[in-house]
């Protein structure tokens, strides 16, 4: 049952306990077993209603119990569900709501060195588009401390809130909250953490654990006498990212130790750390590869792994996907892991498949890293790959793209063209019953495309073998899909245009209409932040083939609502500025400085052109960078003027 301060935080929310029940809460929060009996809304109910005790800091169940069963069995039924595409909310703490001077975003998670790897894959490729040297790139491992994030922009406090809006804390400040490090205000993202070893030897008795502390510090409006004197004695402070011992190299140092490396900066301070945090720090670059809703593409948090089991391989199944890609799945011995049992799992590709030896009788070893199907860690010992030559959906012989087998019948394959039209409904989510089974049965009925689906009427579904409730249920789903409103970039995310998942539409509709989409250009596009030129060009092929069945349904009126452009305020000086930044600079790393700048309308290139209207010279730039600025036109500025501008006033 929750206890009263549970209660309380509760209260917070919007969050309605009763949609499960206390009873049913507590007893599902006990057995993890019984989750296969929670249906969906009780489960959603059930992460809600635990995130929000977690986060007004009195957890109820264990960050891996959280991650790996409960957040797991979501993945497993909704994968597309929101809950595990952006950041959690925090409940409300006392104080007024406002706007984050940035977005908060959270972290992608690794539990394996090999993920570890694929991120890096992924930063060589997005450097191979700016025709940056991966070898030189510089990489920067901080410890990833477990307290609880806020915002210093040098006036106000925030805490991070639901990414976008958080609630003003300066009065911490005011009550005498200290900088980590002696560090200056305004360095931007950090946490507000405890002190391990003085949380053990003063506040142990006191509080549950660390983090019902750190919340206390944060939550009421009167402080605590024991968080009053943490303050006091500097053992609670804020510590800003910036400011965190790191370690920095290039990319072959930090793998070829990368055990000693992540052992070391995980352990380097006296606070609670649950892993460390792996990023690049070239600007552009990371301008690039941009951001999910959830997480920043060019940021990492490298998780120890919990559990590993030793499993045999029965068979690899061939699987088709919407794309044409075909996943390997390895069908395996069952095997209990954390509580799961499992009996698949994924490999990468067909070229892992082969290049390892994944076939009948070859030993993996798997690990629970947070995936809904395990994916294999390591191959123990190799047998016979087993790799397909035909589609196991429409026979067509497979081709070879890099790394990936491929399906080149993608207007014919069934598996494509099902896989297809699900994804369009499980993307808009604003209906039910347009899952697997029935997509099979309107497919094997002569239906290939979405815009099909919604002229059937109920007789029709009827003549197909669906029950006439049932009939009259999918018209019913298909009426309120059009009428219930819906994010314009969710809807044309559902199209499922190659490298347009729902952080992408977002970004570019909060640059162009979903009208002037289909008119850009490649130049149009590699011009908004987070676009390369290479995944430009793919986008505006995928646009093109997705037009007529755009067009289509559209003109049967879907209920959307348009991106709202980025809150600018366009009378700030820095409102629709380009800014170049060089030099060393005091107020914060160039990358918290350039957030800041952004936050402002303004845009933050790497180089100077003569687009630029400032560059914000800090200390060691020599007289030629300036003069050459100066020459092309551009306003050469100190980071003193800089922040004056950016605190709004005109320089
Ligand atoms: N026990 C529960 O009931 C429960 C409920 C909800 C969430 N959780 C836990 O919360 C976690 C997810 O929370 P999250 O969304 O806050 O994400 P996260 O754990 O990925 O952390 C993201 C945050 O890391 C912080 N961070 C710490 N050190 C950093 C550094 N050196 N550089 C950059 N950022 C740094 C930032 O503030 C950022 O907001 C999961 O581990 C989950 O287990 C537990
Ligand atoms: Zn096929």
Redesign the pocket.
């Known amino acids: 049952m929750f206890t009263d301060s549970q209660k309380a935080i509760l209260l917070q929310t919007t969050l309605d306990p009763n949609e499960i029940g206390e009873q049913r809460f507590c007893e599902l929060c006990e057995q993890a077993d019984l989750l296969n009996t929670a249906t969906d809304s009780e489960l959603v109910a059930f992460l809600k209603i635990?995130?929000a005790?977690?986060r007004g800091g009195e957890?109820?169940?264990?960050?891996a119990d959280?991650?790996f069963v409960y957040l797991a069995e979501l993945k497993k039924r909704q994968p597309e569900h929101p809950l595990l595409h952006t950041?959690?909310p925090e409940p409300a703490f006392a104080g007024k709501t406002v706007d984050l001077p940035t977005i908060?975003l959270?972290?992608d998670?690794a539990y394996s060195r090999d993920e570890v790897e694929r991120w890096a894959g992924r930063i060589e490729k997005a450097a191979g588009d700016l025709d940056k040297n991966f070898a030189e790139l510089i990489f920067k491992v901080?410890?990833?401390?477990d307290g609880y994030?806020a915002y210093d922009d040098g006036q106000m406090l925030y805490t991070?809130g639901d990414g976008r809006k958080g609630t003003d804390i300066t009065r911490v400040f005011e009550r005498g909250l200290q900088l980590a490090d002696h560090g200056q205000r305004g360095l931007g993202?950090g946490?507000i953490v405890v002190s391990r070893s003085y949380f053990d030897a003063n506040l142990a008795e006191i509080f549950d654990n660390a983090r019902n502390f750190q919340a206390s510090v944060i939550k009421e409006k009167e402080l605590d006498e024991h968080a009053e004197r943490a303050i006091a004695d500097h053992a609670a402070v804020f510590y800003p990212?910036a400011l965190?011992p790191c370690w920095t190299g290039v990319w072959q140092d930090l793998i070829d130790n990368f055990e000693s490396v992540v052992k070391d900066i995980w352990h380097k301070l006296d606070y609670d750390v649950d892993g460390v945090?792996l990023e690049i720090v070239d600007e552009q670059l990371k301008q690039v590869m941009g951001a999910t809703r959830h997480h920043h593409r060019w940021q990492l948090?490298y998780k120890e792994n919990l559990e590993t089991a030793e499993v045999v391989v029965i068979g690899v199944t061939p699987q088709t996907s919407r794309s044409g890609r075909i996943t390997p799945v390895a069908e395996l011995e069952p095997v209990r892991l954390s509580g799961a049992l499992l009996s698949r799992a994924t490999a990468h590709h067909y070229k892992m498949v082969l290049d390892k030896g994944i076939g009948p009788g070859a030993l993996i070893r798997l690990a629970r890293s947070g995936e809904v199907i395990p994916k294999i860690e390591e191959v123990l010992r190799p047998a016979e790959p087993q790799v397909p030559s035909a589609c196991p959906s429409c026979g067509h012989e497979l081709i070879w793209d890099n790394d990936y087998l491929i399906c080149p019948n993608n207007l014919e394959c069934p598996a494509q063209i099902s896989n297809s039209m699900e994804h369009f409904f499980r993307v808009l989510k604003n209906n039910d019953g347009f899952g697997a089974a029935t997509i099979k049965k309107l497919y094997e009925y002569g239906i290939r495309r979405v815009d099909q689906i919604y002229a059937l009427t109920a007789e029709q579904f009827e003549s197909m073998g669906f029950g006439p409730k049932q009939s009259q249920n999918l018209v019913e789903q298909l009426v309120r899909s059009r009428n219930e409103a819906i994010e314009d970039w969710r809807f044309l995310s559902a199209f499922g245009v190659f490298r347009m998942g729902l952080g992408n539409c977002e970004r570019l509709l909060a640059h162009y209409t979903l009208a002037e989409i289909f008119n850009l250009s490649e130049a149009d596009i590699v011009a908004i932040e987070g676009f390369a030129e290479k995944t430009a060009a793919v986008i505006t092929e995928g646009f093109a083939k997705i037009k007529p069945l755009f067009d289509s349904l559209i003109s049967l009126g879907f209920n959307l609502t348009p991106t709202q452009n980025q809150p600018t305020d366009n009378a700030h000086p820095l409102a629709g500025k380009t800014l170049v930044f060089t030099g060393t600079l005091h107020s914060g790393s160039r990358d918290e400085l350039s957030k800041q700048a952004k936050g402002k309308g303004a845009k933050v290139g790497s180089s100077v052109s003569a687009k630029t209207d400032y560059l914000v010279a800090g200390d060691n730039v020599g007289a030629n960078k300036t003069n050459a600025a100066r020459e092309k036109g551009v306003s050469v500025i100190t980071e003193q003027e800089f922040l004056t501008l950016l605190s709004g006033e005109d320089a």
């Open positions: 635990a995130n005790l977690y957890p109820i169940i264990s960050d959280y991650d950041v959690e908060m959270s972290t998670k901080t410890p990833k401390l994030a991070r993202a946490e990212f965190l945090i948090a």
